[in-house]
């Protein structure tokens, strides 16, 4: 079920915080709080960003799941931009939202769900991008609306593609996204934001980008050493104590 109530939600200020910060800083951000395992919460290469030049994107996870290689039961007359009951889903989870969507075949992406009408679709009920395990179409029609796509491939056809289940947990890329949990992505790929440390995380970015900052300095710096390098890692190293 989605998630509701306004402790999960952040207020627009603070989404437009994290809308700022790229998703290696973000990750890095994170992992300080402990509430998971550095190794986990984002989707692993097969996920890629498709429009690497559009900024970071947030937004609350609406999701379904696919199939494209063979037929849906009802038999092949269907139409498949007609689901008024995943789009009224996808209205029940908090703007902004990202459509999260599993293709379940073997491999996936045989056939392409998004193309440029449910792209349109997708934006106009608040989305702002997409991520799939499977693969997407009319990307060089799609771009230029703004609307980002993540996906492990692009397809020709739509071929059988589907939807047969919305609402529930799904995977991909390795990663388990729940509706209404809090996505986040950008040209390096996609990950989850704890939403119970979520609006603490802007300013652990912002101490991790001032402690970045010094030591790139110093390793352009004219008088750069390995001993001053050791001195500043072993001070940031106490900073990190102190947190």
Same mark, same amino acid.
């Given at each position: 079920?989605? +998630?509701?109530?306004?402790?999960?939600?952040?207020?627009?200020?603070?989404?437009? @915080?994290?809308?700022q910060?790229?998703?290696?800083?973000?990750?890095? $951000?994170?992992?300080?709080?402990?509430?998971?395992?550095?190794?986990?919460g984002?989707?692993?290469?097969?996920?890629?960003?498709?429009?690497?030049?559009?900024?970071?994107?947030?937004?609350?996870?609406?999701?379904?799941?696919? +199939?494209?290689?063979d !037929?849906?039961?009802?038999?092949?007359?269907?139409?498949?931009?007609?689901?008024?009951?995943?789009?009224?889903?996808?209205? &029940?989870?908090?703007?902004?939202?990202?459509?999260?969507?599993?293709?379940?075949?073997? !491999?996936?992406?045989?056939? &392409?769900?998004? *193309? =440029?009408?449910? $792209?349109? =679709?997708?934006?106009?009920?608040?989305?702002?991008?997409?991520?799939?395990?499977?693969?997407?179409?009319? =990307?060089?029609?799609?771009?230029?609306?703004?609307?980002?796509?993540?996906?492990?491939?692009?397809?020709?056809?739509?071929?059988?593609?589907?939807l047969?289940?919305?609402?529930?947990?799904?995977?991909?890329? *390795?990663?388990?996204?729940? !509706?209404?949990?809090?996505?986040?992505?950008?040209?390096? *790929?996609v990950?989850? =934001? !704890?939403?119970?440390?979520? @609006?603490?995380?802007? &300013?652990?970015?912002?101490?991790?980008?001032?402690? +970045?900052?010094?030591?790139?300095?110093?390793?352009?710096?004219?008088?750069?050493?390995?001993?001053?390098?050791?001195?500043?890692?072993?001070?940031? @190293?106490?900073?990190?104590?102190?947190?």
């Amino acid at each position: 079920m989605p +998630r509701s109530g306004k402790a999960n939600h952040l207020t627009p200020e603070q989404l437009d @915080e994290l809308r700022q910060l790229s998703t290696c800083v973000t990750a890095s $951000a994170i992992e300080p709080f402990g509430v998971r395992l550095s190794n986990a919460g984002f989707a692993d290469s097969t996920v890629r960003c498709q429009f690497r030049d559009l900024p970071p994107v947030i937004g609350y996870a609406a999701t379904a799941r696919i +199939r494209s290689q063979d !037929p849906p039961m009802g038999g092949d007359d269907y139409f498949y931009y007609d689901r008024p009951d995943w789009w009224k889903s996808i209205l &029940a989870i908090p703007p902004p939202r990202v459509a999260v969507i599993e293709d379940v075949d073997h !491999p996936p992406g045989l056939g &392409a769900f998004i *193309g =440029i009408v449910h $792209a349109q =679709i997708l934006k106009a009920l608040g989305c702002v991008a997409v991520v799939t395990n499977g693969a997407v179409r009319d =990307i060089g029609d799609i771009q230029p609306a703004g609307f980002q796509l993540f996906a492990s491939s692009v397809a020709v056809s739509h071929a059988y593609a589907h939807l047969f289940d919305f609402g529930g947990t799904v995977r991909v890329g *390795g990663l388990s996204i729940a !509706p209404g949990d809090l996505v986040h992505g950008d040209l390096h *790929g996609v990950q989850t =934001i !704890p939403l119970e440390v979520a @609006e603490r995380v802007p &300013a652990m970015a912002r101490d991790i980008l001032k402690r +970045r900052k010094r030591l790139i300095e110093l390793c352009r710096a004219p008088d750069f050493s390995l001993e001053t390098l050791q001195k500043l890692m072993k001070e940031e @190293e106490e900073e990190k104590l102190k947190l």
